[in-house]
């Protein structure tokens, strides 16, 4: 079976909320989905937004993020 990391649902990406985002670890293996990153650090966010472009990324803490959210 041929497996790969295209996270659709319905024919539509999905959308993925990263809390405590880091600097994108988890994110290198998803494709074609939308995703909102969370980080509290402003140098991380910028290093995690200089690698992953097209994502939406918040700085702040992730906590309040999810309870206004």
């Known amino acids: 079976m041929s497996r790969n990391n295209n996270l659709f649902f319905e024919g539509k990406p999905i ?3 990263n809390l405590f985002s880091g600097l994108g670890g988890n994110r290198l293996k998803w494709e074609n989905c939308q995703v909102t990153a969370v980080e ?3 140098k991380i966010a910028e290093m995690y937004q200089d690698n992953n472009p097209d994502d939406i ?3 702040g803490d992730a906590m309040a993020y999810t ?3």
Request: net charge negative; aromatic share 8%.
């Open 15 to 17: 959308r993925i909320l």
């Open 57 to 59: 990324v918040i700085v």
């Open 40 to 42: 509290f650090d402003p």
């Open 67 to 69: 309870e206004m959210h």
